[in-house]
Each structure stands twice: as C-alpha cells, then as structure tokens.
C-alpha cells in the first residue's frame, strides 16, 4: 500500500497534513532536526503528536538527521531512548553514528535513512540495508531507472520512500556549504538561510574592485536557484519501480500549502489505488499545485537531465490567495471563520476542503462579526466571522480567491 507522508513543522500543521489525507508525517524535536527554524515539537508536544497520530491509525516519523558532530552526542542516547518510550514509528538519520547509537540504546525504533545520507547506488543501499535499517529514503539526484536498480539489489522488506514535491537543493541531497560560509549558520545542523537564493555578481580575478551583475531577470541573479520539484502525473512510473512512499517536502511552508499540496496527491494517489484503468492525473489535480506557492516545477533527476533544474527567478508564484479557514461546520446557514486576508460581500471564494466541496464556489452574500453586526468587509486579520453559506462547511475547509498575477 502506498504511503503519502507530509511534513509538519508545528502542531497545527501536522493536523492540517492529516486531515487533508496524509498517511504519516515527519517531524522535529527541537533537537537534531534540519529545519531549525520551522517551530519543531517540545518533548511533551512529540509525545502529544505521536498520540494524536495514532488515533487516527496514522504515523509519525521523527527526524534526527543533522551531520552530527562529536558535541551532538551529548544527550542524544537519552533523546532516542524517549522517542522509542513514546512510541514513534520510526526515526530518520543520516548519520552512522547515530544510527549505531539508535541500534545499541533503542533498539525498538525503526530507521529510516536519510536523503541527507546521499544514497545514489545500490552498493550504497545495500550497506545500509545490513546495517539493520526499515526504509531508505533516496537521494533526488536518481532516475526512474535507478531507483530500480537499488530495488532490485537490495531485500524485498526494505521500504523505498522518494521525494515526489517541494523545493530542491543545488547541491546533492542537502550537502550545501554556502550558508555555513556566509553566515556560520550550518544548513547541515538545520539552519540553512538558503543562500542559493541571493544575488550573485562575477569579478574577473585580475580587475581588482570590478563587479559585474548577471542579468537574467528584473529582480536580480538566481543562478543556484533550483525550481520545485512535481511528480504528481508520474505516480504510476514511482510505484512500478517498487516506490512505498512518496515524500512532499516543506516543513517550513504554510498550513494554506500544507493543505493544498496533501489533498491534491491524496486524491491522486486514490485515483492510482482505485482505478483499473491507466493512470491519468486529472488536469483539475495539475492545476490545483497552482493555487499554493510554488517555483515553476520540474520533474527533477527521475527522467534525465532534458527537464533542467535551474530556474531564472527565485520568486515564488501562486495562483490563490489563503482567505479564512472555517473553525466549525456551518450551522443554520452560516460558518465560523477565522479570517487570514481581506474579503468583503461580493467577493467568490473557492473551497479547499478533503471532502466533497472541493473547488466549489461561494459568493460571500453577508459577514457577520463576533457580535453578530453585519459588516461589509473583513480586513482584521485572525478575526472570528461568521458568513452566510448555502453549502455545508466543515471544520478545516480553506476558502481562497483565485489571483490573476501568477508567471509560470
């Protein structure tokens, strides 16, 4: 059975990946994980997290996938010890040592070997599978055809998982040195700055003092800048080389893109589950990776190099705008909301929801406020309001407007 896993950067995201369809997501204590900025989960908040998860017969994978230093092990028998004692389903790592540490002091948890471990051949594989791990989670600078090359070499019982959406890095894996250098903020300890992302000019090494920008857009220079990865219309060609997991990428994204990017592969992955027919990805589902913010996409390394993975802008684009999120369902004609950007009477509004109202419309024909006046625009953000509704809404239904400034 095939497994979408979501990232989850806080408490309220990892709800939304779950209501929204995910199987499992993967996350951060505030220790050892490489997203240093994302918020990341207290120890009692992991403990929550993994309890909530399980009750709705879902997983949680905890990431320790920093490059550990000789100082980083300070602790970490002791934090590995409590991941098994709150019963995570599996811990993701990079790092042999940690995985030796994991293997002597928790031996309960399951491993999951990290991108960050670069595995880019079988050989590379099949050590890690005699090490005892659960699941390798490969490189993206592999092909279709690669990835089943280490299928076939390595045991049937060990689980592949593959990126399938979100940003990519310039250099293999994550392995980046950039933000170290310019800043002393280790993108491989999970406080990159994404330095890939800045202006970059050229000097000629004889011609002291002289600068020259590279223009490729009005915005600057981006020329390490990768576009996002989308593999939503070749789920089919993943699962027939033996892939069990497909991975979205974002744990510092919003909710709004959390929400937009889990449903569209949840329905997709239905489609590819259910139907006896050739899988087809509905253009509804293509479009929908639209509305949330996004760099123009690239299939990545999985069918060659002809889809190059530069882009010329590091401007991210996005076709809808995140409006409210209903807080309760609708009752008696109207919704509770929580407003996240400006609307007003008159405006249309587009459902997100897992449920059947998906990419439905309303026209918002009254506002109410928290004390029930009539009001003809909501400009306050995080305000609780409630709009008249002739649809049934349901608690984590996002209504957005469509925009007219997306670029691809």
């Not at 002393?184 to 300890?189: A, K, L, M, T, W």
């Not at 996002?228 to 892939?243: H, N």
């Not at 009539?374 to 008249?388: E, F, G, S």
Request: glycine share 4%.
């Amino acid at each position: 059975m095939l497994e979408l896993l979501a990232p989850a950067g806080n408490m309220e995201k990892l709800k939304t990946a779950f209501l929204y369809g995910a199987d499992a997501c993967y996350f951060a204590g505030k220790k050892y994980g490489l997203r240093a900025f994302s918020g990341n989960f207290e120890d009692d908040e992991l403990k929550q997290s993994i309890e909530f998860a399980h009750s709705l017969n879902k997983k949680a994978y905890i990431t320790v996938n920093i490059i550990a230093h000789n100082k980083d092990f300070n602790g970490m028998k002791e934090y590995l010890q409590y991941l098994e004692k709150i019963n995570a389903d599996a811990i993701i790592v990079a790092d042999v040592g940690i995985i030796t540490i994991a293997k002597q002091y928790a031996p309960k948890l399951k491993i999951h070997v990290s991108t960050q471990a670069n595995i880019t051949n079988k050989y590379s594989a099949k050590f890690f599978a005699d090490l005892g791990v659960d699941r390798l989670i490969l490189a993206r600078e592999l092909s279709v055809n690669e990835i089943k090359e280490i299928r076939d070499f390595i045991p049937k019982d060990i689980e592949i998982e593959v990126f399938v959406h979100g940003a990519m890095c310039i250099s293999y894996s994550g392995r980046c040195l950039l933000s170290n250098y310019f800043t002393g903020r280790d993108s491989n300890c999970g406080a990159c700055v994404q330095a890939c992302r800045w202006e970059y000019v050229i000097s000629e090494k004889s011609r002291k003092n002289e600068f020259y920008e590279i223009q490729e857009d009005e915005r600057g220079t981006y020329i390490l800048n990768s576009k996002d990865l989308c593999m939503i219309e070749y789920l089919d060609k993943l699962k027939e080389i033996g892939v069990t997991s497909f991975k979205i990428e974002g744990r510092m994204k919003s909710p709004y893109y959390v929400a937009t990017v889990v449903n569209a592969y949840r329905r997709a992955i239905d489609i590819l589950e259910n139907s006896s027919k050739e899988y087809k990805c509905p253009q509804e589902l293509v479009e929908e990776l639209n509305k949330a913010s996004h760099r123009r996409y690239t299939t990545g390394f999985y069918f060659g190099s002809d889809d190059k993975e530069y882009t010329k802008s590091s401007m991210p684009v996005q076709s809808c705008e995140f409006i409210a999120i209903v807080l309760e369902d609708s009752n008696n004609g109207y919704a509770l909301v929580e407003m996240r950007n400006r609307f007003e009477v008159g405006d249309n509004l587009e459902i997100l929801s897992p449920k059947e109202n998906f990419n439905k419309s309303i026209e918002i024909s009254e506002i109410l406020d928290e004390d029930n006046n009539k009001i003809k625009i909501a400009n306050l953000v995080q305000q609780k309001l409630k709009i008249k509704t002739d649809l049934k809404l349901y608690k984590g239904d996002i209504l957005r407007r469509k925009l007219n400034n997306e670029n691809e």
